[in-house]
């Protein structure tokens, strides 16, 4: 056991008595080593260790974690051991603290976004396409972005598109972007595929009557 200032308290075994060792500094271990850049696809472990102040290991340190920047979460708040699992891309810091005044800090923890995991049909603003509801006639431009696994933009992919439900035409077949002619009444959607089992589809599209064209 420890006392308040985190010193080991006295034990005797076989009368012998073990030197109590107190800790002087801690430092946050990661597991690869740093400098740190990982992509979202990846998980980083970390471990609290405490050092004497001829800079010996003493032994692993309960602490307080902690993250400066919105780049990820962690598995614990309070143990000698986390895994950090990064969610954003972005730069940030891990910090630990055992609450008897040490402080050790990972910096520059660099988070870059993760493999292509699902594709979003969304319009030319990058909001993707719920449910829509149109008039015969109407036309709407979309795009084929790419997401990871952690629903982070990648930019546009290249796609096949479709339709579901008849209910109207498509400008373009294949590319990272097509038009939607809404042409008759009913619902559908529309769908795209990047042909390596990745795909993505919209919300339902109902297609309602326009005014009348002609007697």
Not at 9 to 25: A, C, G, T
Not at 160 to 178: E, H, K, Q
Request: charged fraction near 15%; charge should be negative; hydrophobic fraction near 35%.
């Amino acid at each position: 056991g420890e006392d308040a200032a985190g010193v080991p308290i006295l034990k005797i075994y076989n009368n012998e008595q073990s030197i109590p060792v107190p800790i002087h500094r801690i430092m946050i271990v990661a597991n690869p080593s740093s400098p740190v850049s990982l992509s979202t696809d990846d998980t980083l472990s970390l471990e609290a260790k405490g050092y004497d102040e001829a800079g010996n290991f003493v032994r692993n340190v309960p602490v307080q974690w902690g993250i400066q920047g919105d780049i990820g979460v962690l598995s614990g708040m309070r143990s000698a051991m986390v895994t950090f699992d990064p969610r954003k891309p972005g730069t940030g810091s891990i910090i630990a603290r055992d609450g008897k005044g040490h402080t050790a800090q990972l910096d520059n923890i660099t988070v870059t976004p993760g493999v292509l995991h699902h594709l979003i049909v969304t319009d030319m603003d990058d909001n993707p396409i719920q449910h829509v509801s149109l008039i015969a006639g109407d036309t709407i431009a979309l795009s084929a972005d790419g997401y990871d696994a952690d629903n982070n933009p990648l930019g546009q992919v290249q796609a096949n598109w479709g339709v579901n439900g008849d209910i109207g035409t498509l400008s373009d077949s294949v590319g990272t972007t097509a038009t939607f002619s809404a042409m008759r009444i009913g619902t559908g959607s529309i769908v795209i595929t990047d042909g390596k089992q990745h795909s993505g589809c919209t919300g339902i599209i109902a297609v309602n009557s326009g005014e009348l064209a002609y007697l």
